[in-house]
C-alpha cells in the first residue's frame, strides 16, 4: 500500500491505496493539492478489498445526486455511504469521529478515480464541519482579490452567472465551480479551490476572502435583494454537504453558518443569463 497526502482548505488527509494504482493519471484534479506527509492528517481513507455493508446496518436515507443514488446508513459505531457509477459500485465506511475511513472499489473499472474522487469528497465534507468550515454546492469567482458565491438548484445557472461575471468585469477569474470549500479563521472567513469542480476543469488550490453568498433563481427579469440574518441562513443551507442523521454534525454546520452569515453580505437573484444579471447582483452588493 502506498500513502498518499493531500491538504485542502488547509485540511491534510492521506488516501491508502495499492502500489500499483496510478493516483496521478486516475485523479488528476488532486495533483496542485499533493503535500508532504510531514504531521499527522486530519482524516485517512484506506481502499480495503475486503469491506463489505453489515448485515445488521439500518438504512437512514437514500439521496440521489450526480453521483445516481447513494445510500446511507448505519451498523455499529460506523456510517457507510454505499454508491454506484457507470454500472460500478463504491462502498465508503466512515468512523464515528470521521477521522478514519475505508473504502472498497474495483480499481481495476475505468470510473475508478470518479468514485474515489467522490468517495473523498464525501469525507472531506464531513470532518471539515469539525473544523469550523462547510463545503458547498456552489460556483465561486474571485474579482479584486475577493469571493463570490453562487448558489441554487441543479440547473439555475450558476456556472452561466460566474462565466456573467468573468465576462463583464475585467480581471475576475473561476476559483471553483461546484464544491467550493470555506472556513472561518479568527473570525475571517475565507474560500478555497478544491479538487471538486463539477464537469470544469477548474482545481485551483487558491484561497480569498468571501465578499458575498448569493443565492440565484431564474426570472423573466433581474432583480436582486439582500438577506437578513435569518433569510441568508435559509438560503445558504441546502447546499451545505452533511450527513444530517448526524446531530453533532448538523449542530456544527449550523454554529459555522450562523458565524458566516454574521460576517459576509448575503442576497437573492431573481434572473436572466445575460450580463445584465452581473451588473445588477454586483451594484446590488456595493
Same mark, same amino acid.
Given at each position: 500500500?502506498? &500513502?498518499?497526502?493531500?491538504?485542502?482548505?488547509?485540511?491534510?488527509?492521506?488516501?491508502?491505496?495499492? %502500489?500499483?494504482?496510478?493516483?496521478?493519471?486516475?485523479?488528476?484534479?488532486?495533483?496542485? +493539492?499533493?503535500?508532504?506527509?510531514?504531521?499527522?492528517?486530519?482524516?485517512?481513507?484506506?481502499?480495503?478489498? /475486503?469491506?463489505?455493508?453489515?448485515?445488521?446496518?439500518?438504512?437512514?436515507? *437514500?439521496?440521489?445526486?450526480?453521483?445516481?443514488?447513494?445510500?446511507?446508513?448505519?451498523?455499529?459505531?460506523?456510517?457507510?455511504? /454505499?454508491?454506484?457509477?457507470?454500472?460500478?459500485?463504491?462502498?465508503?465506511?466512515?468512523?464515528?469521529?470521521? =477521522? /478514519?475511513?475505508? +473504502?472498497?472499489?474495483?480499481?481495476?473499472?475505468?470510473?475508478?478515480?470518479?468514485?474515489?474522487?467522490?468517495?473523498?469528497? =464525501?469525507?472531506?465534507?464531513?470532518?471539515?464541519?469539525?473544523?469550523?468550515?462547510?463545503?458547498?454546492?456552489?460556483?465561486?469567482?474571485?474579482? /479584486?482579490?475577493?469571493?463570490?458565491?453562487?448558489?441554487?438548484? %441543479?440547473?439555475?445557472?450558476?456556472?452561466?452567472?460566474?462565466?456573467?461575471?468573468?465576462?463583464?468585469?475585467?480581471?475576475?477569474?473561476?476559483?471553483?465551480?461546484?464544491?467550493?470549500?470555506?472556513?472561518?479563521?479568527?473570525?475571517?472567513?475565507?474560500? +478555497?479551490?478544491?479538487?471538486? %469542480?463539477?464537469?470544469?476543469?477548474?482545481?485551483?488550490?487558491?484561497?480569498?476572502?468571501?465578499?458575498?453568498?448569493?443565492? !440565484?433563481?431564474?426570472?423573466?427579469?433581474? %432583480? +436582486?435583494?439582500?438577506?437578513?440574518?435569518? *433569510?441568508?441562513?435559509?438560503?445558504?443551507?441546502?447546499?451545505?454537504?452533511?450527513?444530517?442523521?448526524? &446531530?453533532?454534525?448538523?449542530?456544527?454546520?449550523?454554529?459555522? !453558518?450562523?458565524?458566516?452569515?454574521?460576517?459576509?453580505?448575503?442576497?437573492?437573484?431573481? =434572473? !436572466?443569463?445575460?450580463?445584465?444579471?452581473?451588473?445588477?447582483?454586483?451594484?446590488?452588493? &456595493?
Amino acid at each position: 500500500m502506498t &500513502e498518499h497526502c493531500y491538504m485542502v482548505a488547509g485540511l491534510r488527509f492521506v488516501l491508502e491505496l495499492p %502500489s500499483f494504482f496510478d493516483v496521478d493519471s486516475s485523479l488528476p484534479s488532486f495533483r496542485d +493539492f499533493r503535500c508532504d506527509a510531514d504531521s499527522r492528517p486530519d482524516f485517512r481513507m484506506v481502499w480495503d478489498g /475486503d469491506l463489505t455493508l453489515p448485515q445488521d446496518a439500518v438504512q437512514l436515507a *437514500e439521496e440521489s445526486n450526480d453521483m445516481g443514488t447513494t445510500r446511507i446508513g448505519r451498523a455499529g459505531n460506523s456510517s457507510y455511504l /454505499d454508491f454506484r457509477f457507470d454500472g460500478c459500485e463504491a462502498l465508503l465506511c466512515l468512523s464515528d469521529d470521521y =477521522c /478514519d475511513g475505508r +473504502f472498497r472499489i474495483d480499481l481495476a473499472h475505468r470510473s475508478a478515480g470518479i468514485l474515489i474522487s467522490s468517495a473523498l469528497r =464525501c469525507f472531506f465534507a464531513q470532518n471539515i464541519l469539525l473544523h469550523k468550515g462547510l463545503s458547498l454546492h456552489a460556483s465561486c469567482v474571485v474579482r /479584486d482579490g475577493e469571493g463570490y458565491l453562487f448558489m441554487g438548484r %441543479s440547473g439555475t445557472g450558476k456556472s452561466t452567472h460566474s462565466r456573467l461575471w468573468i465576462q463583464t468585469f475585467p480581471g475576475t477569474e473561476l476559483l471553483n465551480d461546484d464544491n467550493p470549500a470555506i472556513r472561518i479563521s479568527d473570525g475571517r472567513p475565507l474560500v +478555497f479551490g478544491t479538487p471538486w %469542480s463539477g464537469k470544469t476543469p477548474c482545481w485551483r488550490n487558491l484561497s480569498a476572502p468571501v465578499n458575498a453568498i448569493v443565492r !440565484l433563481s431564474q426570472a423573466p427579469v433581474n %432583480s +436582486f435583494r439582500r438577506c437578513s440574518d435569518i *433569510e441568508a441562513f435559509t438560503a445558504i443551507y441546502p447546499g451545505c454537504s452533511v450527513l444530517r442523521f448526524d &446531530e453533532r454534525l448538523h449542530d456544527c454546520l449550523c454554529d459555522v !453558518l450562523s458565524e458566516l452569515t454574521g460576517l459576509v453580505q448575503c442576497g437573492r437573484l431573481d =434572473c !436572466l443569463p445575460d450580463c445584465d444579471a452581473a451588473l445588477c447582483c454586483s451594484r446590488g452588493l &456595493e
